[in-house]
């Protein structure tokens, strides 16, 4: 990944620490680096409570998708800790800390792999040892609640992209997970499906943090911001950061 220019920014990050309500995800001095030594994440801290949509904003090869990565356990961490309400994610415990926050990722292809929709919504749930009743609730569910229920017996290679990101949701939403993580969750999409999009995320009970360059989107759905520049967590605001051009500018957005 691309590390850019590091520049001296200094931007008061308020204590986010103790949100209102209850904290689901918390990040504590989190720092990732690659096998060849790049470091992606450096030291950052933050908490997201429980229904909070938290916009994670940021320069290519900032670190934004590091950061998700690292926090279900794809990116081991070097130093830091993650924790889903009071489980801290450790290698022992990596299964339960992917059922309770789970990640879209930016590539609907790369979470639809099965024959048709159904059985990619019921790989996650038979892959946790769900019988298959349950596990035909969950996807029954799970499809309702993203209104595709007509996508269920079609092939992920027949889809549109606005359909196949909404089957990728899918996925993550029938393992029933506390928290939501999207990365780059617009692209692809043609502007009707971003507003389907937009409608269903802002519906969507589950606390998120959305990774997006989309900044329109972020602002449309989210009442919080992260930036990040070089791994380093720079600015920690509400949602009028995104019209902060000078800022932007200087973060190299």
């Known amino acids: 990944m691309s590390t850019g220019v590091v520049i001296a920014l200094f931007i008061l990050i308020p204590d986010k620490e103790l ?8 990040v504590t001095n989190l720092t990732v680096g690659y096998p060849d030594g790049t470091q992606a994440i450096d030291a950052v801290r933050f908490s997201i409570g429980q ?6 904003i940021g320069a290519n090869g900032a670190g934004k998708t590091s950061l998700l990565l690292a926090l279900v356990g794809v990116l081991p961490s070097t130093h830091g800790e993650i924790r889903v309400g009071e489980t801290p994610l450790t290698k022992k415990n990596l299964r339960q800390i ?3 926050m789970g990640l879209v990722f930016q590539n609907p292809d790369d979470q639809l792999f099965m024959p048709n929709i159904f059985e990619d919504v019921a790989f996650g749930p038979r892959s946790f040892g769900c019988e298959e009743a349950e596990t035909a609730e969950r996807v029954k569910a799970a499809l309702s609640r993203l209104g595709i229920e007509h996508l269920a017996e079609r092939s992920p290679l027949k889809l549109s992209d606005g359909e196949k990101r909404l089957a990728a949701i899918a996925t993550v939403l029938a393992m029933k997970p506390e928290f939501l993580l999207f990365d780059e969750p617009t692209a692809f999409l043609d502007p009707r499906a971003q507003r389907k999009l937009s409608a269903l995320l802002s519906d969507l009970p589950q606390g998120k943090l959305i990774a997006t360059h989309d900044l329109a ?4 759905i989210c009442s919080r911001v ?9 600015a920690d605001d509400g949602k009028e950061l995104l019209r902060d051009t000078a800022v932007l500018e200087t973060a190299g957005l």
């Open 217 to 220: 989107f972020a602002e449309e």
């Open 51 to 56: 229904g909070e949509n938290v916009a994670l």
């Open 98 to 100: 992917r059922a309770r």
């Open 226 to 234: 992260l930036l990040l520049q070089n791994g380093k967590l720079i």
């Open 19 to 26: 949100n209102d309500g209850v904290v689901v995800l918390t």
